[in-house]
């Protein structure tokens, strides 16, 4: 077991002013948002998943123009599956409901990856810019591609959810772990297990990571306000990584619906769902997950899940309707305000002393 008490990892090992990083949160955000949380001290982060190469690079061209501070990028690292033809086209039946009720044809679905992980086309792209801190969901990417990212000085970060992930991952090269708690919107960034008994809460992970590990560890999950920061701050955390507090900041590009169902009731009831992409990933509940269940073991594989509900998305947005839509939140969602990025950044660290 490592010796090291939290008191004795740094408190800023961070290239920026504030201990805070905004979540990249793929789909509600870009740039904008970004340079408003670095231009405000904290570590703003930009999402590339669902992002071409010319959007990669035209995104960094946008940041780096405007702001000369750090920024983190963030990457997914998951393999890209084989087709199941079989599984797929029975969920496509098991779908038929809901497209009849949008006369949606079947058969004009085509199944697609949807997001792409890193790969050498993106960090050629990167080495243009050499941001200072470049961060991973599901693990890590391959060796050599790691190492070429850490031979432009970026600090590496990724996430974990259980303390088995973050000693892989510090066995593995990364400057700092992001604890993430079962609390966190979006995505779960498991990648060592599948098993969802296996989470636990930001607070319980934190502390557990810390004695097993001694790199910094950044603590992300249910994070709406001054008060969760000093909490976590206090309990041994280096940094804390927030992003549903970030999603009504008029910087955000997150949709009126989305935005509508945050400020709702609906957002005290949020729960882990696969519909959407083929992993689990916390969102507000609504229609889709009601009427399927919230998770499926029928659901194709990640990231292939997501091209079957897409044109269901679309329909029902049309008619201003988040029935359909991956409304991702985080629990503590209606603690969240609609703050300016930057005045929300300095907020949140009000509380503690850095």
């Known amino acids: 077991m490592i010796s090291s008490v939290p008191s004795e990892r740094s408190k800023h090992f961070l290239p920026s002013e504030l201990p805070v990083i ?17 231009e405000a001290g904290g570590l703003g982060s930009l999402p590339c998943a669902m992002l071409s190469s010319e959007q990669l690079d035209l995104e960094l061209s946008r940041i780096t ?23 797929e086209q029975k969920w496509l039946e098991r779908m038929s409901v809901f497209y009849r009720e949008f006369d949606i044809d079947p058969a004009s679905i085509k199944p697609a990856a949807g997001r792409l992980p890193f790969s050498a086309e993106s960090a050629e792209i990167l080495e243009c810019y ?6 991973f969901h599901f693990g890590l990417p391959a ?23 973050a000693v892989w991952l510090q066995e593995h090269g990364v400057d700092a772990i992001i604890a993430q708690g079962v609390e ?17 809460g930001t607070e319980t992970l934190l502390r557990n990571i810390l004695q097993s590990t001694d790199l910094p560890v950044i603590a992300a999950g249910g994070i709406a306000n001054e008060n969760d920061v000093k909490q976590l ?15 009504l900041c008029p910087e955000a590009a997150t949709s009126e619906i989305h935005r509508a169902a945050l400020q709702s009731d609906a957002a ?10 083929g992993r689990p ?25 997501t091209s079957f509900v897409a044109p269901l998305r679309a329909a029902a947005e049309k008619q201003q309707s988040g029935d359909f839509s991956p409304l991702w939140a985080g629990q503590n969602a209606l603690n969240c305000e609609a703050l300016p990025a930057a005045e929300l950044t300095r907020k949140l660290v009000s509380r503690v002393s850095f």
């Open 65 to 87: 123009q405007a702001t000369a501070r750090a920024f983190n990028v963030n990457f997914f690292c998951h393999l890209q599956p084989e087709p199941d033809p079989t599984r």
């Open 268 to 277: 005290c009831n949020t729960e882990l769902t696969n519909l959407f992409s």
């Open 22 to 38: 905004q979540a990249p949160m793929a789909g509600s955000q870009g740039s904008a948002l970004v340079v408003a949380v670095s």
């Open 143 to 165: 060796k050599a591609l790691l190492n070429r990212v850490k031979s432009w000085g970026s600090m590496v970060l990724s996430s974990a959810t259980t303390v088995e992930e």
């Open 184 to 200: 966190a919107g979006g995505h779960r960034g498991m990648f060592l297990t599948d098993d969802l008994n296996s989470q636990s």
């Open 233 to 247: 701050i206090d309990a041994g955390a280096s940094a804390v990584q927030a992003g549903t507090a970030y999603l």
């Open 130 to 135: 050499k941001p200072a801190v470049v961060s």
């Open 281 to 305: 990933a916390r969102g507000i509940r609504n229609h889709f997950m009601e009427q399927v269940g919230p998770l499926s073991a029928d659901v194709p594989v990640f990231p292939r899940a």
